[in-house]
């Protein structure tokens, strides 16, 4: 089946600085979805890209949509304490096909 | 928009019994809806997915007479686990959307079988 695999797997950062984490994927997906889950709670989504090479932003965060359709990444610009939690990325193969892949997630820690 | 509602939180439960967990779509209708079991330090294991008025779709491993999925209505989906047994203690997150595109997650229930 298709897998996703996202890094890094943790990362430790000093409070201000930019973080990046990537998504590749053996196969092709339609959507990519990126979410934050603090612990004990449900996953949020964060960035939603639906077309190949969409770059997208909500407010710190950027995300894009690889042109192969096969990765994604997502930026955080000028990290905050409250940043910390476990990113996911996710994929769909888009209307018809509502089933999402997961990625095993990247643990932000920020260092104040 | 796109509220997911998911009762209860958590739950501790004897062994033997059976726990109802119910995920609500509050400002949408949703004909499908899924449930994920999510283990520590983990990610999302896709267990079912719910279709309105029909039956669930099951991924390879889970067991079906297990976890009992019933989606009655357009906003509720409910999965109930049977005769629970320690190894069943997960935290189980329910996903819906709106648009079959941006799915939204409820909260999450932990249970704990003892």
């Known amino acids: 089946g298709q897998q996703l695999n996202q890094s890094p797997q943790s990362m430790f950062i000093q409070e201000g600085e930019d973080v990046s984490m990537n998504c590749t994927s053996s196969?092709?997906?339609?959507?990519w979805l990126w979410y934050k889950q603090d612990p004990g709670e449900g996953p949020v989504l964060l960035i939603a890209?639906?077309?190949?090479?969409e770059l997208t932003s909500n407010g710190r965060l950027t995300a894009q949509f690889g042109i192969t359709r096969k990765d994604s990444f997502l930026n955080i610009s000028a990290s905050i304490p409250s940043d910390v939690g476990i990113y996911f990325c996710?994929?769909?193969?888009?209307?018809?096909?509502?089933?999402?892949?997961f990625g095993k997630g990247t643990k932000l820690s920020v260092i104040p | 928009g796109a509220v997911v509602s998911q009762h209860p939180s958590w739950v501790i439960c004897k062994s033997g019994t059976s726990v109802k967990i119910e995920c609500r779509s509050l400002?949408?209708?949703?004909?499908?809806m899924f449930w994920y079991r999510q283990f520590p330090k983990q990610s999302l294991m896709l267990m079912a997915t719910s279709n309105e008025g029909s039956k669930a779709t099951y991924e390879q491993g889970v067991e079906k007479d297990k976890f009992l999925i019933n989606h009655a209505s357009l906003t509720l989906s409910t999965l109930t686990v049977t005769s629970a047994h320690p190894e069943d203690s997960s935290f189980y997150i329910c996903?819906?959307?709106?648009?079959?595109?941006?799915?939204?997650f409820g909260s999450g229930t932990r249970l704990t079988v003892v």
């Open positions: 996903s819906a959307s709106p648009d079959g595109y941006g799915y939204t």
């Open positions: 996710a994929g769909s193969l888009g209307a018809g096909s509502y089933q999402l892949t």
């Open positions: 196969s092709i997906f339609n959507t």
């Open positions: 400002d949408f209708q949703a004909t499908t």
């Open positions: 890209l639906y077309k190949a090479g």
